[in-house]
């Protein structure tokens, strides 16, 4: 058995969010669902192309490389779940403080300032990760899949900035065309 290495061991544990499928998609049925890593990407990505430029990029990309850390080790709990809110949080929290002991704190840090929503980096990119849950549900549509609108009636009920909410009708009138 090889030495502890609890740096080596918080990186390979961060890798598992590969291995996560999105429970959302899974409960649908969609065969081959993003991973929690891939739909993590997705959100980066939407950083790059969507945020102002008022916003610092860098603490942002930090965030939606982070928000959902701790789904490498509690799973991708939804409210189907029946976890209450609190609970779902404090498994969170442990998770973190578990995995992110041996590196640098500024990992932990920028994790609890994203679920505080302590700035308004936090706060566009949470409305990020609802909207790439939006368009993920609208390219499962593309390819026949069933249950997607209420994907997209969920990122509605939290997308607040006006270019976002504009991203997010132009993708509704996508699915409606989608699925007639």
């Known amino acids: 058995m090889p030495a502890d290495d609890p740096t080596l061991d918080a990186l390979l544990t961060a890798l598992q969010l590969k291995d996560v499928d999105r429970a959302g998609w899974v409960r649908k049925g969609v065969p081959r669902p993003e991973s929690v890593a891939a739909h993590s990407w997705g959100v980066a990505w939407l950083v790059i192309v969507l945020a102002p430029a008022h916003l610092d990029r860098a603490r942002a990309l930090t965030y939606a490389v982070l928000h959902d850390l701790a789904e490498a080790t509690v799973g991708d709990l939804t409210p189907h779940d029946g976890v209450p809110a609190h609970e779902k949080a404090r498994r969170e929290s442990d998770a973190i403080a578990a995995m992110t002991a041996s590196l640098p704190s500024h990992v932990a840090a920028a994790w609890h300032a994203y679920e505080a929503q302590a700035d308004d980096e936090a706060r566009f990119v949470r409305q990020l990760d ?17 249950g997607m609108p209420e994907f997209l009636a969920s990122a509605a009920a939290a997308i607040t900035d006006p270019a976002l909410v504009d991203l997010l009708a132009r993708a509704q009138r996508r699915l409606a065309a989608l699925t007639g």
Request: net charge neutral.
């Open 130 to 146: 609802r909207l790439d849950m939006a368009l993920q549900a609208t390219a499962y549509a593309a390819r026949g899949e069933q």
